[in-house]
């Protein structure tokens, strides 16, 4: 890479000039840092009467540069303004390599480069020819250290921002202990103590380095023409199937025209990893998916290394809840293992109705629930309908703020509107409950939980995002042994006792279970394969525009 050629060359240049300038700044020390500072806050330049006590030129400028920077400047003005990275002990020369070096991998991390342009530093160090110029390259590293020290730690994006739905809260890094920890421990240990350690997130890295060498060897070759294609066809489109599935890794390299029994095992491994139906044919959907750029695909993993980056500092319990909604799964993970894995339905594509992603703990199930709906359901959808006809949804009971039914023949519907209707509605414990026998809480702002369904039939359907926003459960009795098993010498017997009284009852877990609703269109398989899925709500176009508008840059995208 030229950066890394630049980077060398500079390394001498500057190395030879810090022992120029760095006899300069040791006899000027911090005299006069109070008129400095008084001077800088008034907005003036240093008053005549303290010319004699002014600190260096390199004082001063390291103090006006980090002036924007609150944590920056305190840093400086803390430590008397002693070098980082510009000075011309062993330490510095160790800090100023090691950062260096981790922004010159920078792009690897699918990071907005331009941030922390390391070629750009580098340059700035060997231009640099005053105490002036070297103050400013001081304080542009510093800078560019907290800058790849948050992105690469907790994200380049605020999730927030992105789009309403990724409600994930981030805890940023503290830069003074940032600061703190690059000035006291060894620098290379610190850039690598910065970047995250999930066993997915190197998984990740490799699918993007290896994806980025694909496309730069031509990618996986021409799309496939329109039609379907099954076992015994011959001809071009054969061949062609044949070529892309070599390219992307599903098949051997073979002579074949006939789509022969090689060809039909790789197309329905293909399946299985982007989640369509392996049957072994290639249909509409299955063609489609193939058909997908690797460009497209890189997109996917460098959104979820991001999407990881999010999760740096959120444990994930050693036994966890692992729901990702493209993927329409809800997982029991128990020391990195899947020890539970059930099909679920999870909010349609519909904007209000989108299923958050965020994590928190579940504390308990309620067996044989019932079901207070929820505000909006009430007044978007069952209002209208009992101001028509006031025995309509009769599944239902009104209730009043204290939790009373209320008779249907007390209460005028068409005399209320949204705003002002004063009732709840709920469905008692029955077969026939919109949250079936069970769901599972972690309670929390959005009213997000996990829950039984009566609408089997939606659980036979490849993309299954149907509800309101809660997850629905295929298997839920069997989700609630597994987390019972834990606290109980016989889960399914106590669920079922419970069960049968048909009564509302909570089981709280005696230790609560972390549960991490998660959007990851991209993410390795159980064998370390990449697996990919729909990006049904479209976060993931959004969140890949907000790295560009970063400044992320995918190398085989340019031009």
């Not at 020369?93 to 090691?98: G, I, L, P, Y």
């Not at 029991?332 to 059930?342: A, N, P």
């Not at 026939?432 to 929390?444: C, E, Q, T």
């Not at 490849?462 to 809660?470: K, M, P, T």
Request: contains cysteine.
């Amino acid at each position: 890479m030229d950066s890394a050629v630049n980077i060398a060359e500079s390394r001498g240049k500057t190395d030879v000039f810090h022992r120029n300038w760095f006899t300069m700044t040791r006899s000027t020390a911090l005299k006069g840092v109070r008129g400095l500072l008084l001077s800088v806050a008034l907005g003036v330049a240093a008053l005549p009467a303290l010319a004699q006590g002014l600190p260096s030129p390199f004082v001063q400028t390291v103090a006006a540069e980090a002036a924007a920077d609150a944590a920056i400047a305190a840093f400086y003005a803390e430590s008397g303004y002693q070098t980082l990275w510009t000075g011309e002990s062993a330490q510095d020369a160790a800090r100023r390599e090691a950062l260096l070096a981790a922004l010159s991998r920078a792009e690897d991390h699918g990071l907005p480069v331009v941030r922390y342009d390391a070629a750009k530093l580098a340059g700035l160090l060997s231009s640099a020819r005053t105490e002036g110029d070297r103050a400013r390259a001081e304080v542009a590293l510093t800078r560019a250290y907290l800058a790849f020290a948050r992105d690469v730690k907790t994200g380049a994006t605020d999730p927030k921002k992105v789009d309403p739905g990724i409600v994930r809260e981030i805890a940023r890094p503290d830069p003074a202990l940032l600061l703190a920890q690059v000035q006291t421990r060894h620098p290379a240990e610190v850039m690598q103590a910065l970047l995250p350690t999930a066993p997915r997130y190197a998984q990740l890295m490799r699918a993007k380095l290896a994806l980025e060498a694909q496309i730069a060897a031509g990618g996986w070759g021409p799309t496939l023409p329109a039609g379907d294609l099954s076992a015994g066809a011959e001809g071009d489109a054969v061949v062609m199937l044949r070529d892309r599935l070599i390219a992307m890794g599903y098949l051997t390299r073979s002579a074949t025209r006939s789509y022969d029994s090689a060809i039909q095992s790789a197309v329905q491994r293909f399946q299985l990893d982007h989640g369509l139906p392996a049957n072994g044919n290639v249909d509409e959907r299955t063609r489609d998916a193939l058909n997908i750029a690797p460009q497209e695909r890189l997109k996917s993993v460098v959104v979820a290394m991001e999407r990881v980056r999010w999760m740096h500092d959120t444990p994930l319990g050693d036994r966890h809840i692992w729901v990702n909604l493209p993927d329409f799964t809800a997982k029991i993970v128990d020391h990195g293992k899947v020890t539970f894995e059930t099909r679920a339905v999870i909010g349609k594509d519909v904007m209000d109705q989108h299923t958050p992603e965020f994590s928190d703990m579940m504390a308990h199930m309620v067996i044989n629930p019932s079901w207070g709906v929820p505000r909006s359901i009430i007044v978007k959808e069952y209002l209208p309908l009992l101001q028509r006809n006031p025995n309509a949804v009769s599944h239902l009971q009104v209730i009043d703020n204290r939790g009373r039914v209320v008779p249907r023949g007390a209460v005028n519907f068409a005399s209320y509107s949204a705003r002002t209707f004063p009732f709840g509605l709920r469905q008692p414990p029955s077969d026939g409950n919109a949250l079936g026998l069970v769901k599972f809480m972690f309670p929390n702002v959005h009213n997000i939980y996990l829950h039984d369904t009566p609408a089997k039939n939606l659980f036979s359907h490849d993309v299954r995002a149907y509800s309101h926003g809660c997850i629905r459960l295929a298997e839920p009795f069997d989700f609630a042994y597994a987390l019972l098993a834990l606290q109980s010498d016989d889960p399914k017997g106590e669920f079922e006792r419970h069960l049968k009284t048909g009564n509302e009852t909570t089981v709280r877990l005696e230790q609560k279970v972390p549960v991490h609703l998660v959007y990851f269109t991209a993410w390795p398989g159980a064998k370390g394969q990449m697996t990919y899925r729909a990006d049904v709500y479209g976060r993931d176009a959004k969140l890949f525009q907000a790295l560009e508008e970063a400044g992320v840059v995918l190398p085989s995208l340019q031009g």
